[in-house]
């Protein structure tokens, strides 16, 4: 079967510096990959130019199969910024029933996905009147509604109490059971855990494509910040 | 292009000012209050406010339509919403005509109360059909409509989107042909004139104050408008992108 992710020496140029620099792994389907690293480091980047918003200097980066960016793709992935981009004037319900006509899937995936981010009391409620944390869980809602085959998702759980972080985290676990490939980031490095396989990256290049038991045995670490401090003084680790 | 994810779009911007009364009724107020102090300024000078009233009848809906539209696309490219939509099945054509709806509809419904209270109330007459006035008052809404989207592309923030209407608009106001008719500008400016929809605008409404029946230089006027509306709601569409630096 073709991987989910395919990215071969990727390299992105914003305003005349080097973004990312000759970036290549590739996922299998149905991982749940935790693509982590300092804030700046060129995570965001390297997600835009997965979901094909980013324009590249060089390299190939395909979906399954596919050239990423391909209108096939559109209702394929799922991706979800940082900031959440939704319509603050609008309620919950009506965010998501216009994404839903937009994606052209049913109407009962709007309680689906407003279930499964467990935001069943504000259906109601305008966004702009939620908390910041609730705002990016409308975010991620829409970006559940097509059940995409790919979720690229930025930084989804930062500001979020621990409860619900766990939720999400087993959420993301649970979809990735199903078939789901799913890439978040963070710069949390305690979320490592949570993923089957991490991409360290630091100033725009992967630092370490490993599972996060395979990765704290090599380093000889017990949590992953040490890991990653390890990695950056002697990278031949 | 679909008419389903094209009308769930116009669905969605009526929505989104359904949910902010007070812009629906400034909206709707600004420009009434506008020509009712017109009229009440030239109260004993009819024959000035049968020049002024029709072509600034167009005129107020184009440039309030104008800066709702643009601040609405601004956002909608600053928020993230537009990069998501367009990671999304939706073409730019669809997300371009959902917006020029849903405020063609807003102006539908501006004009014909700018129009009433001006036609009904503050005792304005046209020699022409009054509703080829309203007509042409949509027109040039959509105009507003069509030159905010497009416009809004050049503006990173909002600060720049607010600054456009002054730099696009007003030119267009002074060349237009209410101040000094257009024949009356030095050449350089005639010309000037010439390429500016505006000009066009008020030669529409010029002709219904004064010929009883529709001559052909309306209808080339109010064509003229319309291709130039269409012309900025393409550019409008081709300025989205799905793929950014």
């Not at chain 1, 918003?53 to 799922?78: C, D, I, K, M």
């Not at chain 2, 994810?5 to 359904?18: E, H, K, M, P, S």
């Not at chain 2, 008719?181 to 050449?187: F, Q």
Request: aromatic fraction near 6%; charge should be neutral.
């Amino acid at each position: 079967m073709e991987p989910a992710i395919s990215v071969e020496h990727l390299q992105v140029i914003r305003g005349g510096r080097t973004v990312v620099a000759d970036v290549s792994f590739t996922v299998p389907s149905g991982t749940l990959v935790g693509l982590l690293g300092p804030s700046g480091c060129g995570k965001t980047t390297l997600m835009r130019s997965l979901v094909g918003t980013q324009v590249v200097a060089g390299g190939l980066v395909e979906l399954f199969g596919q050239p990423a960016g391909s209108p096939n793709l559109r209702s394929q992935v799922g991706y979800v910024t940082q900031a959440p981009s939704v319509y603050s004037d609008l309620t919950v319900s009506e965010n998501l029933r216009y994404f839903a006509t937009v994606l052209g899937v049913q109407r009962s995936a709007v309680d689906r996905v407003i279930d499964e981010v467990g935001l069943g009391e504000h259906t109601d409620t305008v966004v702009g009147r939620l908390s910041g944390g609730e705002q990016a869980r409308v975010s991620l809602a829409t970006a559940l509604l097509g059940s995409p085959r790919l979720l690229v998702l930025d930084e989804p759980t930062v500001g979020l109490d621990p409860l619900l972080r766990r939720d999400l985290w087993a959420l993301f676990a649970g979809l990735a059971g199903t078939g789901t490939t799913l890439m978040v980031s963070s710069h949390v490095m305690d979320e490592a855990e949570r993923c089957q396989r991490l991409l360290l990256m630091r100033d725009g290049r992967i630092l370490a494509d490993d599972s996060p038991e395979s990765l704290l045995a090599r380093t000889g670490s017990t949590d992953f910040d040490t890991a990653f401090i390890s990695l950056v003084a002697d990278p031949s680790t | 292009m679909t008419l389903r994810r094209t009308g769930a779009t116009t669905r969605r911007v009526l929505r989104q000012l359904g949910h902010d009364p007070r812009t629906v009724a400034l909206l709707l107020a600004v420009p009434a209050v506008l020509m009712g102090l017109l009229a009440w300024i030239l109260r004993s000078r009819d024959a000035d406010f049968s020049r002024f009233g029709p072509p600034l009848l167009g005129i107020f809906p184009l440039i309030v339509m104008f800066l709702v539209t643009s601040v609405a696309t601004l956002r909608e490219r600053t928020n993230g919403t537009l990069e998501r939509l367009l990671t999304m099945p939706l073409t730019k054509a669809e997300f371009v005509m959902g917006y020029a709806l849903a405020f063609g509809f807003t102006a539908v419904v501006q004009a014909i109360v700018v129009s009433g209270l001006s036609f009904g109330l503050y005792g304005l007459h046209v020699s022409g059909s009054a509703w080829l006035v309203v007509v042409v008052a949509v027109v040039d809404a959509l105009l507003g409509t069509a030159l905010g989207l497009s416009l809004s592309a050049l503006a990173s923030t909002e600060f720049q989107a607010v600054q456009f209407m002054p730099a696009f608009i007003l030119p267009q106001l002074l060349l237009c042909g209410i101040i000094v008719p257009r024949s009356e500008l030095p050449t350089a400016l005639h010309w000037l004139s010439d390429i500016l929809p505006m000009s066009y605008a008020v030669g529409a409404t010029q002709q219904l104050s004064t010929s009883v029946a529709v001559t052909s230089e309306f209808l080339v006027d109010i064509g003229v408008v319309g291709m130039f509306a269409a012309a900025a709601l393409l550019l409008g569409a081709a300025t989205l992108r799905r793929r950014t630096r």
